[in-house]
């Protein structure tokens, strides 16, 4: 499990330390340090939370620490959103869609040959040096701003004071005032599944591999599972996704229907109603996989180069021994519990982003909530952060944007006769003269039907859906 607190025995008083009862306290005590705001967890909110306590002059420090994953990857400073999210995430996108621009040129008067290889080296390369300056640059903002950042595993020794481990074992006591736990989640693993955490990667290393993943076996039907197969695809790889139930569940499903209706007419392979029983090594290195049809219960057998985890995501909760503070977590998500104020069971201890129950797993709320909450605790503000109508666009090949409800929420929630949906179809300009086809593009609003027919929900799918949702969700807001 890497590194450790050694904490007392369940009989004891919480906080009690075995080395306080070895005599080694006076070293600990010296290593002892006080804060105003400790936050654990360097990602996308606890960074913004602690450089905004800092800067309204709160003595501010930040606990991260990233455990290898089981292939050995590992990254700096920032969070899943910098190293193993978002920003690797749409670049390699971004390189996929650069592809079908070039296929494109030559309809627009461009002499470019018609085989154009992509080197996978050199564009993992460049992503990787744009996320190493990202992670410097964060090192960079806390300094400016006094944060004093800790890179040690932390766990709670009691609702006051953290221990932390440095990868070599060393321990360092904080204590705070108040405490921010904004430790995110990690990718799951199959455990149940024979050869799954030998032989499989996650979003976890994808971006962080040297060489070219080739055949991949994409194994979810996530959004991550979607946007790593058609990244793939792209790039020119052979890339198979293999659904067990429904592609983007809790997403529109007409919307999630017509995004993999796209992604498979442009060559990302899909086996529906399938899970995989079993991944063995071959002599010549490939990767067996079986797996299992739901439906007939017959069994089959590919191989592929890699495959690829992205089946859920647990929160980073279990190492911080919160039971050592009281802070409650879900039974079944094991995400912290929290109120509207982001203050969890115990109420000087928050938490935020994805390690809260019932919040977005998304990077810009987790940011906001962060500055917001600082402020709260600083005294500047009370505002609460608002989780209603937050947009979400999903960088799949044809990307798909949403901000409200989606058809099936809004039946569910207004009842089908109070719902009125208008949609279209339309063709993105720069199709036409590239004779691209334009059979998904598509979007639709969720309306009451009562005038002034309030909109519910948007959804939208085409080309710079990102940066259209984000307009429409001012609007919506």
Known sequence: MGAQCRTAGQG??????LWQQEGEAPAMEAGRQGYDLLVIGGGSGGLACAKEAAQLGKKVAVVDYVEPSPRGTRWGLGGTCVNVGCIPKKLMHQAALLGGMIRDAPHYGWEVPPLVPHDW??????????????????RVQLQDRKVKYFNIKASFVNEHMVCGVTKDGKETLLSAEHIVIATGGRPRYPTHIEGALEYGITSDDIFWLKESPGKTLVVGASYVALECAGFLTGLGLDATVMVRSIPLRGFDQ???????????????????????????????????????????????????????????????????????????THPNSQKILVDAGEATSVPHIYAIGDVAEGRPELTPPAVMAGKLLARRLCGQSSDLMDYDNVPTTVFTPLEYGCVGLSEEEAVARHGEEHVEVYHAYYKPLEFTVAERDASQCYIKMVCLREPPQLVLGLHFLGPNAGEVTQGFALGIK
């Open 121 to 138: 080296r050199k564009m993992a390369e460049a992503v990787q040096n744009h996320v190493k300056s990202l992670n410097w640059g964060h």
């Open 254 to 328: 007409q919307m999630s229907s017509l995004v993999t209706e796209y992604m498979a007419s442009h060559g990302t392979r899909f086996l529906r109603g399938c899970t995989p029983s079993r991944v063995g090594r071959l002599p010549d290195g490939q990767l067996q996989v079986t797996w299992e049809d739901l439906a007939s219960g017959k069994k089959d057998v590919g191989t592929f180069d890699t495959v690829l985890w992205a089946i859920g995501r647990v929160p980073e909760t279990r190492s911080l021994h919160l039971e050592n503070a009281g802070v409650n």
């Open 12 to 17: 004891d008083p919480a906080g009690t330390l």
